[in-house]
C-alpha cells in the first residue's frame, strides 16, 4: 500500500488559492475602469502556473503573461481557448510559426521580432514593447522612431497593446517614474486607439495615471510587498514547514554544520530539518534565518546546506519537537519578504526558488 505523500514529504508547502484570487481582485478594483491582467510566468512565481490561472480565469481574468514560447504553450493546454495569453519575450529567431496555433500574443520587443511576425500570412494581433528608461527589452529611442516612420511596411500589422516597464516603481519618488511615464504618453501618442500598459505590480500603487488600461501585476498577486518600507497591502499566500528529521543536545564549544562555521557558546539543543538550498531555502540564508515552533521564534544556527538547515531550539518544550514534527519556515509571522531581507535579496527570488521536492496542499479559492 502506498503511504501518504505528505507523510513521506520532507517539507510541506501550503499555497492559497483564496488569497491569490483576493489580491488579484483587489487590485483589479484599485485600477477600474483600466483592466487588471495577472502574470504567471516563471511557473507562476514558483507556485504553479495552472493552478494560480485556473483560479484566476474562474474570478474572472482574461489575460495573462508569461515570459516564454513553452509557458505560453502549456498555460494554453490548460486554460483553453478564452484567455489571452501573451509572452513577454517574444519569437525567438525560427518559432514565429508556433504562435498563432496555440493562440499566443507575442510581445514583439525588436525590429527583428518585428520583421519575423510580418513574414507570417495574415499575423494575428501583437504587443509592441518600447523602452521607456528600463533598457531591457522593448525598441529604443531610435527603433520606435523608425518604426512610426514606416508605417506603411506595418499596414498588416494589428496590435493588441502598447506595452513598456517602468525601472523604480518600488521607489515611488524616484525621478524616472514620472519621465518614463511621459516617455510613454508621447509613444501613445503614435498609436492612438491602442491598449496601452506600463504599470506591474508596484506601479499600480504610483497612482491612476500609470494605469492605462491594462496592469500587470505578478509578484503582488503572491503576497509580496509592492510598496517596500510601508504595511504590506496583499494577503499572504505560502505557508511553508519542514520537518525535523533529528533532534540532538550539545555541548559549549561544539560546532554546528559545514566549517564549524557555529560554536556554541554553551550547551543546548538543535533540531536539524530536512530543507536546504536544493530546495530553496538560501544558502544566503545561513546565520540569518529562523523558524517558528510553538509559536516561539527559533535561529537557524551555521551554514545551510544542501538538503538540511538546523535550528536553536534550546528554548522549546522537548515533546513539542520530536522527529517528524514541523518547524514553520516561512507563514503569517515571518512572510518572503522577511525571508528575502535576512537573506539580503528579494521576496520575487524566495517565490521562485521554492523547491519541487516539497509537497505541495492548495488550498481552493472560493468560486461562487
Known amino acids: 500500500m502506498a503511504s501518504d505523500p505528505a507523510a513521506r514529504a520532507a517539507a510541506i508547502l501550503d499555497i492559497d488559492l483564496g488569497a491569490i484570487v483576493e489580491n488579484w481582485r483587489g487590485l483589479a478594483g484599485r485600477v477600474m475602469p483600466a483592466e487588471c491582467a495577472a502574470v504567471v510566468k516563471a511557473d507562476a512565481y514558483g507556485l504553479g502556473a495552472d493552478r494560480v490561472a485556473d483560479a484566476l480565469a474562474a474570478a474572472g481574468c482574461?489575460?495573462?503573461?508569461?515570459?516564454?514560447?513553452?509557458?505560453?504553450?502549456?498555460?494554453?493546454?490548460?486554460?483553453?481557448?478564452?484567455?489571452?495569453?501573451?509572452?513577454?519575450?517574444?519569437?525567438?529567431?525560427?518559432?514565429?510559426g508556433e504562435y498563432p496555433?496555440?493562440?499566443?500574443?507575442?510581445?514583439?520587443?525588436?525590429?527583428?521580432?518585428?520583421?519575423?511576425?510580418?513574414?507570417?500570412?495574415?499575423?494575428?494581433?501583437?504587443?509592441?514593447?518600447?523602452?521607456?528608461?528600463?533598457?531591457?527589452?522593448?525598441?529604443?529611442?531610435?527603433?520606435?522612431?523608425?518604426?512610426?516612420?514606416?508605417?506603411?511596411?506595418?499596414?498588416?500589422?494589428?496590435?493588441?497593446?502598447?506595452?513598456?516597464?517602468?525601472?523604480?516603481?518600488?521607489?515611488?519618488?524616484?525621478?524616472?517614474?514620472?519621465?518614463?511615464?511621459?516617455?510613454f504618453a508621447e509613444a501613445r501618442r503614435h498609436f492612438p486607439g491602442i491598449r496601452a500598459?506600463?504599470?506591474?505590480?508596484?506601479?499600480?500603487?504610483?497612482?491612476?495615471?500609470?494605469?492605462?488600461?491594462?496592469?500587470?501585476?505578478?509578484?503582488?498577486l503572491y503576497g509580496v510587498n509592492p510598496q517596500p518600507g510601508r504595511p504590506n497591502p496583499m494577503r499572504q499566500v505560502v505557508t511553508l514547514k519542514g520537518k525535523i528529521i533529528q533532534v540532538r543536545d550539545v555541548d559549549r564549544g561544539e560546532s554546528?554544520?559545514?566549517?564549524?562555521?557555529?560554536?556554541?557558546?554553551?550547551?543546548?539543543?538543535?533540531?536539524?530539518?530536512?530543507?536546504?538550498?536544493?530546495?530553496?531555502?538560501?544558502?544566503?540564508?545561513?546565520?540569518?534565518?529562523?523558524?517558528?515552533?510553538?509559536?516561539?521564534?527559533?535561529?537557524?544556527?551555521?551554514?545551510?546546506?544542501?538538503?538540511?538547515?538546523?535550528?536553536d531550539v534550546s528554548a522549546i518544550d522537548p515533546v513539542l519537537m520530536r522527529p517528524g514534527d514541523s518547524i514553520e519556515l516561512l507563514g503569517p509571522g515571518y512572510g518572503v519578504d522577511d525571508a528575502a531581507r535576512d537573506a539580503g535579496t528579494i521576496g520575487y527570488e524566495i517565490l521562485t526558488s521554492l523547491g519541487r521536492r516539497y509537497h505541495r496542499l492548495y488550498r481552493a479559492a472560493n468560486r461562487g
Not at 89 to 94: F, I, V
Not at 197 to 220: I, T
Not at 274 to 286: H, I, N, P, T
Open 62 to 96: 482574461r489575460t495573462f503573461f508569461v515570459a516564454t514560447l513553452d509557458e505560453g504553450i502549456a498555460l494554453r493546454a490548460a486554460l483553453g481557448p478564452a484567455p489571452e495569453i501573451a509572452v513577454f519575450n517574444g519569437p525567438l529567431p525560427g518559432t514565429a
Open 101 to 183: 496555433p496555440h493562440a499566443l500574443t507575442p510581445v514583439l520587443n525588436d525590429p527583428g521580432q518585428i520583421e519575423r511576425w510580418l513574414k507570417l500570412p495574415c499575423p494575428p494581433p501583437a504587443m509592441l514593447q518600447v523602452d521607456t528608461g528600463m533598457s531591457r527589452l522593448g525598441l529604443s529611442p531610435r527603433e520606435f522612431a523608425a518604426v512610426c516612420g514606416d508605417r506603411s511596411r506595418l499596414g498588416t500589422l494589428r496590435w493588441s497593446a502598447l506595452l513598456s516597464h517602468l525601472a523604480c516603481a518600488d521607489t515611488p519618488d524616484h525621478a524616472l517614474n514620472a519621465a518614463q511615464l511621459a516617455r
Open 197 to 220: 500598459s506600463l504599470a506591474a505590480s508596484s506601479g499600480v500603487f504610483l497612482g491612476s495615471a500609470y494605469h492605462h488600461d491594462l496592469v500587470r501585476p505578478g509578484a503582488a
Open 256 to 311: 554546528v554544520g559545514y566549517g564549524a562555521a557555529h560554536v556554541m557558546t554553551g550547551p543546548g539543543r538543535l533540531a536539524t530539518v530536512a530543507v536546504g538550498y536544493a530546495d530553496g531555502w538560501l544558502r544566503a540564508l545561513s546565520h540569518r534565518g529562523s523558524g517558528v515552533i510553538a509559536g516561539q521564534r527559533v535561529p537557524l544556527l551555521g551554514r545551510v546546506s544542501m538538503d538540511l538547515a538546523t535550528f
